[in-house]
């Protein structure tokens, strides 16, 4: 017999892993086609778009995501987890579907919010399930594995994307992009056919044998889900918060320790996310087009721009790979707040390199040293936060709320870069993207001190 705090790591805990975060991959691919299909759609069968209606297009699917974190984060801690873990993936695949039959942009708009609410369901169900089914020495360390899943997500959508440009030239193949989406989500639900209900939910109604058994049948017959302490720690859980509790005293300033900054990433990770082919296109890494080129060649520029972006994503993965191994000897509050300050600086780098027409290659380094430290800093640690601050009978609903919250950044940010382009160009748009970042790193230092007081590391935890 061993206690699930004590065990080694398992093969049932890789798969525990793998079957859920597949969310994360699934929601940093979406955003990554919906900054493909935009500007196929300004070619192809919506040239009269406005800037108002690429905004619109690009963050419509975060407001599903918003408002699904939030509805599924209550939902999950009152009726269980099982229902909605399978009910998520259903939901984004039964809206992606009808994109290939219908490809209308008032259609494509109301399904991609439907999209949006099955993937907000998935980012408040995923990192709770990891981590209470993960020994106590690699619970922080698999949540983080999780979301560096999103890498994969943006590295495989944009990859697939520009392959079926390069075979298929023609702006009017993005509705069949959409097969990403539903080849990811039916993966998911064949993979949680033999999924398992929660069992810190179970243990929480009462259900202490059922949780037990559940464990035993996820992880093993000879993993116990408790030791006698934890059992005695687990009964002396505070009740459960009312949303309205949620936002009050020591909760308000989990939320705004954990949400804010978690917006400010968002700008990042999906304002310029989103539109990365439209700003590669602005900021001159590309040949501008001739004047009177046919609709080819219009398609042939944003699939250059396409596997410009696919480069520029490489550098999530080796960035979540530096956040992953700096978790356990660093604060999180400082890997957070420094990975804001860099992200600044590699966006004024970017800036100069487009002021003074510099080579390129600057310009590039700019955007990978922005993806590589918002990716090793603040789009990783804005995700594990929750589940350290919240006690367990909260964890889901706080990490829906700041999960919500941080989608409210991410939101105003694609609804606004489209206009800001409009407005004042690619200048505009990387000056207030840097301010925004160094907000983030300023309110990650102030509220870390009022919420993480005793951080020093996570080793020394």
């Known amino acids: 017999m061993i206690y699930l705090r004590d065990m080694p790591l398992r093969r049932a805990n890789y798969r525990v892993l793998a079957m859920a975060s597949l969310g994360q991959l699934l929601g940093s691919g979406l ?4 900054g493909v299909i935009i500007p196929l759609l300004e070619i192809g069968r919506h040239p009269e778009l406005t800037p ?32 909605f873990y399978r009910l998520c ?18 259609v494509l708009t109301a399904l991609l919010f439907v999209m949006g609410l099955g993937v907000g369901g998935e ?3 995923d990192s709770d399930y990891i981590s209470e089914l993960m020994p106590k020495r690699w619970k922080l360390f698999m949540v983080g594995v999780a979301k560096a899943t999103s890498a994969l997500g943006s590295i495989l959508f944009a990859l697939v994307c520009f392959i079926m440009m390069r075979i298929w030239p023609v702006a009017h193949i993005w509705p069949w992009l959409f097969l990403t989406v539903i080849a990811t989500t039916l993966l998911m639900l064949l993979l949680r056919i033999r999924a398992y209900e929660s069992p810190a939910w179970l243990m929480s109604q009462g259900r202490v044998q059922e949780a037990e058994t559940t464990v035993k049948k996820i992880l093993g017959p000879d993993v116990e889900m408790m030791a006698p302490e934890e059992k005695t720690a687990a009964d002396a859980q505070p009740p459960k918060s009312s949303m309205a509790d949620m936002l009050k005293g020591k909760n308000l300033l989990r939320a705004i320790f954990c949400g804010i900054p978690w917006a400010c990433e968002g700008l990042g990770v999906y304002g310029i996310g989103v539109f990365l082919p439209v700003l590669c296109m602005a900021l001159g890494f590309e040949d501008a087009l001739p004047a009177g080129a046919d609709a080819i060649q219009h398609v042939m520029h944003v699939e250059r721009s396409v596997e410009l972006t696919t480069l520029i994503n490489f550098f999530m993965l080796p960035g979540f790979v530096a956040g992953l191994l700096l978790m356990r000897r660093m604060s999180h509050v400082k890997m957070q707040t420094w990975g804001f300050i860099i992200c600044a600086l590699g966006l004024i780098l970017l800036l100069m390199a487009y002021e003074n027409h510099w080579n390129m290659m ?20 804005t995700f594990v936060l929750p589940s350290q601050i919240y006690p367990v009978s909260d964890r889901s609903q706080g990490s829906g709320l700041a999960s919500c919250l941080g989608k409210v950044g991410a939101v105003l940010g694609v609804f606004f870069i489209p206009m800001l382009l409009s407005a004042g160009g690619a200048r505009l748009v990387l000056w207030v993207s840097i301010g925004v970042m160094l907000f983030g790193a300023l309110l990650t230092a102030v509220f870390g001190r009022l919420v993480m007081p005793a951080q020093k590391s996570t080793a020394s935890k």
Do not use: K
């Not at 955003?31 to 919906?34: D, I, K, N, P, S």
């Not at 993936?89 to 008032?106: D, E, I, K, Q, R």
């Not at 310009?363 to 640690?381: S, T």
């Open 362 to 381: 600057w310009a590039v380094a700019g955007f990978c040293i922005f993806e590589l430290f918002l990716n090793a800093g603040p789009h990783l640690i």
């Open 31 to 34: 955003a990554t086609l919906v």
């Open 52 to 83: 108002f209606q690429q905004g619109l297009t690009g963050c419509v699917s975060l407001i599903g995501i918003m408002t699904g974190s939030l509805i599924f984060g209550r939902l999950t801690d009152r009726y269980g987890y099982l229902f």
């Open 123 to 125: 980012y408040c169900l």
């Open 89 to 106: 993936p259903a939901l984004t695949m039964a809206a992606a579907l009808p994109v290939l039959l219908m490809p209308h942009w008032g």
